[in-house]
């Protein structure tokens, strides 16, 4: 019975030191807004076309009402310049207007 309870007790202290221990190993995201000079639906498609398959990517939100791409991404795969040179490429200007982590 004793060997029981011992092996229930260091099987829950390991569980939860996994826990803490993915939880520290988390990758952090960070979010970027950019005023971009995009006038209609097709230049939408455009900017989502290219943003869509960027590795570090794990979200975006285009509004062509407010002008802005707001891009959620993981700092550790992509550069936050890499968005301003392929917004530029495609012809657009990419204003910065607001940074968070």
Do not use: W
């Not at 006038?39 to 939408?44: D, E, L, M």
């Not at 939100?61 to 959620?72: A, V």
């Not at 795969?77 to 890499?82: R, S």
């Amino acid at each position: 019975m004793k060997k029981i309870i011992a092996i229930l007790i260091l099987m829950l202290v390991s569980v939860a030191s996994f826990s803490v221990l993915a939880e520290k190993t988390k990758p952090k995201t960070e979010t970027v807004t950019y005023i971009v000079n995009m006038h209609c639906q097709n230049c939408v498609n455009k900017l989502t076309d290219n943003l869509s398959f960027l590795k570090g990517v794990e979200d975006f939100k285009i509004s062509l009402k407010d002008k802005t791409i707001t891009i959620k991404f993981n700092p550790a795969k992509v550069q936050e310049k890499t968005f301003v040179e392929i917004i530029e490429k495609l012809g657009y200007t990419a204003t910065k207007i607001q940074r968070t982590s």
